[in-house]
């Protein structure tokens, strides 16, 4: 594999030359960072032949906070809430990979109410995360009823969740040891509420987007991206699954108590827009399905297996666990020097890696058809940059 | 500013093995326009598919009732947050304004961006036991973690449904927690003398006065003119 490093500048003044002549000539345009369908303070630089896309350069960093070099002045427990922060709608299972790492790496056993009720709390915050981008989607490519039918079916969930966290975003409710606090006495009831609202919801959605003609031309053979160049780029969750690779870490290395759900993983065939599509709208089925066989199966015990405190010191040496988002991969990885307080962390977040699949996805296909691509692929901008 | 693009590289690469995983494969890929079709029956698929969106939105003005709105801010009077809610912090206080917080610092050692700053009195002269002078929560830099309610031994903190906290001044948002500067409700009833314990709670001179802070000065805020800003 080669790799040309090359500055911005240079980049332009390559591209655009000498060539003074009135006929056609290749130009760069920014896209963003202002931009409202990057969703976030993304910017790509576009080269551009009329309208169709010849180069595309994400530029990052405009929504830079440190949080890994923060994360080493803090305490574990600290640590965790920074999280919320990066992939603002899978904040939940951010916290659990901080956890899962820090207890793996101190020998930290928890027992099973926690690893069921954060595998429902995990599987309920997919699905809500699912239901934003749904509705991204829709305005993305210029229907806007989408948008207000799955922040809807969003603010049921939400209300289902905070009542037993909280918060609505930035929920910070799995600690390293155990969860915030036990579950609501309402919680079961009212998810079961939920899941038998929102399955004719679904078949809604699809009556509402998934056969409309409009969006199935926009999506459809838009974006193609191959199963090897999804694995080259590092691709992971459903951008990588919607290009046929049929691997999703809940099935392949399971955590949690993904190994005492039957659920099935859905995979594209072609790698298109479309098949990312599919594959999350079917993801929501099957987290509706694992949450459903999880829920009446919450065993009796605490919710904190280790009394609070701030000393919880790992063992000299460097440890890495992930675990799925609803975006994909999230990596820990610590490297501790026997203190309470890591010296490095890093995040290997998702979002980062799927991010550079958009240029070989969009190589000389039309500028309408990047917005299409890159709403498919589902970037947090935060969590790009963290 | 240095980019680094990597070029893609299909053709050099040899097909790739991804290993047994172990994850099935659902391929659901429905399609109206991917067969050999007509074009009547293209056109027809299309407005069937444009069709039925349409009535499900159509279909709403039958049930209005489905439709969620909040009517925020007209509900305030009725609105009511969850139990758990992260709103403001506050220090609990029981019916006759005493509070339980011993000054122990726990939560203020352990919040990860120094929200809250606790100075206290290291010997009350009634009991002769540490006294908390002042609980200061600074609401701008707070970021409702919820751990200083989790680690307080005593439980005297809570997060309140209390959200609406928009302001024209972030020095407003700095706020004494403690109603009084004395010793806890604990401590005050092993008292013998009431009148003693009464005069505990008096505001002291330390004491900067009730929440917002009232333009007190304190490291990294300069003073506040208060009248100033709220005309705003």
Same mark, same amino acid.
């Given at each position: 594999m080669t790799i040309e490093v090359s500055s911005l500048k240079e980049l332009v003044e390559q591209a655009s030359g000498d060539d003074r002549s009135p006929d056609t000539q290749e130009y760069f345009v920014n896209m963003g960072p202002q931009h409202p369908s990057t969703h976030g303070v993304l910017r790509l630089v576009l080269k551009l032949d009329g309208e169709r896309v010849l180069r595309c350069i994400p530029v990052l960093g405009y929504i830079h906070r440190s949080i890994e070099k923060i994360s080493e002045h803090m305490n574990y427990m600290n640590c965790v809430h920074l999280t919320d922060r990066m992939d603002y709608l899978s904040s939940i299972m951010n916290n659990w990979a901080v956890s899962k790492a820090v207890e793996e790496a101190a020998g930290i056993e928890v027992n099973s109410r926690i690893q069921y009720i954060r595998t429902i709390f995990a599987e309920l915050e997919r699905i809500q995360s699912h239901?934003?981008?749904?509705?991204?989607?829709?305005?993305?490519?210029?229907?806007?009823?989408?948008?207000?039918?799955?922040?809807?079916?969003?603010? /049921?969930?939400?209300? /289902?969740?905070?009542?037993? /966290?909280?918060?609505?975003?930035?929920?910070?409710?799995?600690?390293?040891?155990?969860?915030?606090?036990?579950?609501?006495?309402?919680? /079961?009831?009212r998810v079961k509420e939920f899941i038998k609202y929102f399955r004719p919801k679904l078949d809604e959605y699809d009556d509402l987007l998934t056969n409309n003609v409009i969006i199935q031309e926009r999506l459809r053979n838009v974006g193609v991206l191959s199963a090897q160049t999804a694995v080259q780029y590092g691709a992971t969750g459903p951008v990588l699954r919607g290009s046929g690779v049929a691997f999703d870490l809940r099935k392949d290395h399971p955590y949690g108590v993904y190994d005492q759900a039957d659920f099935e993983v859905p995979v594209g065939t072609v790698g298109d827009s479309w098949d990312r599509y599919w594959v999350r709208v079917e993801e929501m089925r099957q987290s509706l399905n694992i949450v459903e066989q999880l829920l009446d199966n919450i065993p009796p015990g605490d919710f904190l297996v280790k009394k609070l405190n701030s000393k919880i010191k790992i063992p000299e040496g460097r440890y890495y666990s992930q675990l799925e988002t609803a975006r994909g991969i999230l990596g820990v990885f610590i490297a501790s020097d026997k203190k309470d307080e890591p010296y490095r962390m890093h995040y290997r977040s998702p979002n980062f890696n799927n991010l550079w699949c958009l240029e070989p996805m969009i190589k000389g296909d039309y500028i309408a058809s990047l917005?299409?691509?890159?709403?498919?692929?589902?970037l947090v901008i935060p969590d790009i940059d963290r | 500013m240095a980019t680094t693009t990597p070029v893609p590289t299909e053709t050099e690469c040899p097909p790739m093995d991804f290993g047994d995983l172990k994850s099935e494969c659902v391929a659901p890929r429905p399609s109206i326009m991917g067969q050999k079709r007509s074009l009547r029956s293209i056109l027809w698929l299309s407005f069937k598919g444009i069709l039925r969106g349409l009535l499900t939105t159509l279909s709403y003005f039958r049930r209005p009732s489905t439709v969620v709105t909040q009517q925020y801010p007209e509900n305030r009077e009725t609105l009511e947050m969850f139990e758990r809610y992260r709103g403001r912090l506050s220090l609990i206080h029981n019916e006759e304004g005493e509070h339980g917080c011993t000054a122990c610092q726990i939560c203020e050692r352990l919040c990860p961006n120094a929200s809250i700053i606790i100075t206290k009195d290291k010997k009350n002269e009634a009991t002769g036991k540490p006294a908390l002078d002042q609980f200061i929560w600074r609401q701008d830099t707070c970021t409702f973690c919820n751990i200083c309610v989790l680690v307080c031994p005593f439980d005297t903190l809570e997060m309140t449904g209390d959200f609406e906290s928009s302001v024209y001044d972030r020095r407003l948002l700095v706020f004494n927690l403690n109603e009084y500067a004395g010793p806890t409700a604990g401590q005050l009833d092993k008292l013998d003398d009431e009148e003693l314990a009464k005069e505990q709670m008096k505001p002291m001179k330390k004491y900067q006065g009730p929440i917002p802070m009232c333009g007190g000065e304190m490291d990294g805020i300069p003073k506040l003119d208060v009248e100033k800003s709220t005309d705003v």
């Amino acid at each position: 594999m080669t790799i040309e490093v090359s500055s911005l500048k240079e980049l332009v003044e390559q591209a655009s030359g000498d060539d003074r002549s009135p006929d056609t000539q290749e130009y760069f345009v920014n896209m963003g960072p202002q931009h409202p369908s990057t969703h976030g303070v993304l910017r790509l630089v576009l080269k551009l032949d009329g309208e169709r896309v010849l180069r595309c350069i994400p530029v990052l960093g405009y929504i830079h906070r440190s949080i890994e070099k923060i994360s080493e002045h803090m305490n574990y427990m600290n640590c965790v809430h920074l999280t919320d922060r990066m992939d603002y709608l899978s904040s939940i299972m951010n916290n659990w990979a901080v956890s899962k790492a820090v207890e793996e790496a101190a020998g930290i056993e928890v027992n099973s109410r926690i690893q069921y009720i954060r595998t429902i709390f995990a599987e309920l915050e997919r699905i809500q995360s699912h239901q934003l981008w749904w509705g991204v989607l829709g305005m993305d490519l210029g229907a806007f009823t989408p948008f207000l039918y799955g922040i809807r079916d969003r603010e /049921v969930l939400n209300d /289902v969740m905070e009542e037993t /966290v909280g918060a609505r975003l930035t929920m910070n409710y799995v600690l390293p040891g155990g969860l915030m606090a036990d579950i609501h006495p309402n919680f /079961v009831h009212r998810v079961k509420e939920f899941i038998k609202y929102f399955r004719p919801k679904l078949d809604e959605y699809d009556d509402l987007l998934t056969n409309n003609v409009i969006i199935q031309e926009r999506l459809r053979n838009v974006g193609v991206l191959s199963a090897q160049t999804a694995v080259q780029y590092g691709a992971t969750g459903p951008v990588l699954r919607g290009s046929g690779v049929a691997f999703d870490l809940r099935k392949d290395h399971p955590y949690g108590v993904y190994d005492q759900a039957d659920f099935e993983v859905p995979v594209g065939t072609v790698g298109d827009s479309w098949d990312r599509y599919w594959v999350r709208v079917e993801e929501m089925r099957q987290s509706l399905n694992i949450v459903e066989q999880l829920l009446d199966n919450i065993p009796p015990g605490d919710f904190l297996v280790k009394k609070l405190n701030s000393k919880i010191k790992i063992p000299e040496g460097r440890y890495y666990s992930q675990l799925e988002t609803a975006r994909g991969i999230l990596g820990v990885f610590i490297a501790s020097d026997k203190k309470d307080e890591p010296y490095r962390m890093h995040y290997r977040s998702p979002n980062f890696n799927n991010l550079w699949c958009l240029e070989p996805m969009i190589k000389g296909d039309y500028i309408a058809s990047l917005i299409g691509a890159m709403s498919s692929l589902d970037l947090v901008i935060p969590d790009i940059d963290r | 500013m240095a980019t680094t693009t990597p070029v893609p590289t299909e053709t050099e690469c040899p097909p790739m093995d991804f290993g047994d995983l172990k994850s099935e494969c659902v391929a659901p890929r429905p399609s109206i326009m991917g067969q050999k079709r007509s074009l009547r029956s293209i056109l027809w698929l299309s407005f069937k598919g444009i069709l039925r969106g349409l009535l499900t939105t159509l279909s709403y003005f039958r049930r209005p009732s489905t439709v969620v709105t909040q009517q925020y801010p007209e509900n305030r009077e009725t609105l009511e947050m969850f139990e758990r809610y992260r709103g403001r912090l506050s220090l609990i206080h029981n019916e006759e304004g005493e509070h339980g917080c011993t000054a122990c610092q726990i939560c203020e050692r352990l919040c990860p961006n120094a929200s809250i700053i606790i100075t206290k009195d290291k010997k009350n002269e009634a009991t002769g036991k540490p006294a908390l002078d002042q609980f200061i929560w600074r609401q701008d830099t707070c970021t409702f973690c919820n751990i200083c309610v989790l680690v307080c031994p005593f439980d005297t903190l809570e997060m309140t449904g209390d959200f609406e906290s928009s302001v024209y001044d972030r020095r407003l948002l700095v706020f004494n927690l403690n109603e009084y500067a004395g010793p806890t409700a604990g401590q005050l009833d092993k008292l013998d003398d009431e009148e003693l314990a009464k005069e505990q709670m008096k505001p002291m001179k330390k004491y900067q006065g009730p929440i917002p802070m009232c333009g007190g000065e304190m490291d990294g805020i300069p003073k506040l003119d208060v009248e100033k800003s709220t005309d705003v």
